[in-house]
């Protein structure tokens, strides 16, 4: 396993008090730092190439004109004077993780901060200045030979950036599961993609209190079945752990045992169809004991290491969710 970042990315202080807190590095670094074999590399920054592959060129040099300042870029969207390399940084990381998944046909993780989902082509939003996934799933289409890159996003929000980018082509299916209605209030389940990416957006949202169940149910019904026939070459996940019962900022009920099953399955897939290629890119989770123990969980599961136990019964309100998104997608996939 190679785990990229780097301490540089602490600099992002986004101020007194606000969730997305440098500590969440340093408990996410602590976490990977007694695997075994493990390979450690710094990160580097995204390029402006890289970059414009998914953002708009005007919103790249207004970022990087902010370089060394303070600014809010939106209500809870704030930059200091480290910011904006930290987001480079975090964008580049993204990039050499899914580059070493790639040639090295193996699992790759990238520590990186700020977070990315919820960045818009042209527009900061959520904690996050550049959509770090979509650079990542942009690079791999351009210049590693792949044809068709998964993106499985289990942030408790959903990662509406990474969906609008990618929403109207083949190339890339995105599938997320979040807590809905909550912030950004996009991802239901009707939300499909659009022209010709019309199938390739699956969101399962799910209402507050659903946990482990649930999304091992929506995994098996819905998520690995469209994966299976999508026959994707890399599998990136965007992992927010702040679907934890303990997370502060939502109202989910997923364990670190549920994270397991999840990564576990998304391992599945990669064997099948992509040679093990599997990235994992640090998105939310906010609970600094919570977000160590569901990253250790997912890259133990991904590694072979943890034994994956039985998921409990889904609700009923989680099979209905599940049965919805089945319904939106029977026209697309074999469900």
């Not at 969906?163 to 499909?192: C, K, N």
Request: proline fraction near 4%; charged fraction near 20%; hydrophobic fraction near 45%.
């Amino acid at each position: 396993m190679l785990i990229v970042s780097s301490k540089k990315m602490l600099a992002h202080d986004p101020g007194a008090g606000h969730a997305e807190s440098p500590e969440r590095l340093r408990v996410a670094v602590g976490a990977l730092e007694g695997v075994r074999d493990a390979r450690w590399a710094e990160a580097r920054p995204a390029t402006l190439e890289e970059l414009a592959r998914v953002h708009d060129a005007d919103y790249i040099a207004t970022i990087l004109s902010l370089q060394g300042l303070s600014a809010a870029l939106d209500e809870d969207t704030f930059v200091s004077a480290g910011s904006v390399d930290s987001a480079l940084l975090s964008a580049g990381a993204s990039i050499e993780a899914a580059s070493s998944a790639v040639v090295g046909n193996g699992l790759a993780v990238a520590l990186g901060r700020p977070p990315g989902h919820h960045a818009e082509r042209a527009a900061a939003m959520g904690f996050c200045i550049f959509n770090n996934v979509a650079v990542a799933a942009a690079h791999a289409l351009a210049e590693l030979a792949c044809e068709r890159v998964l993106i499985v996003d289990w942030d408790v929000h959903h990662g509406n950036g990474t969906q609008h980018i990618f929403e109207d082509r083949r190339e890339v299916l995105f599938m997320s599961l979040h807590e809905f209605p909550l912030y950004p209030g996009t991802g239901g389940a009707r939300e499909v993609g659009r022209g010709a990416g019309a199938g390739f957006t699956v969101n399962v949202p799910f209402a507050a209190g659903h946990g482990d169940g649930d999304y091992a149910h929506a995994f098996e019904e819905v998520i690995v079945k469209i994966a299976d026939q999508f026959r994707p070459d890399l599998v990136l996940i965007s992992a927010g752990f702040d679907g934890h019962e303990a997370d502060p900022l939502a109202g989910m009920q997923l364990t670190e045992c549920g994270y397991a099953f999840m990564a576990d399955a998304l391992l599945g897939v990669a064997k099948r169809h992509a040679q093990g290629r599997i990235a994992v890119i640090l998105e939310g989770g906010y609970d600094l004991q919570a977000l160590p123990l569901s990253l250790r969980a997912t890259t133990d599961a991904l590694l072979g290491t943890r034994a994956i136990e039985a998921m409990p019964a889904p609700s009923e309100s989680g099979r209905a969710a599940v049965r919805e998104v089945r319904a939106a997608h029977a026209q697309y996939w074999s469900l």
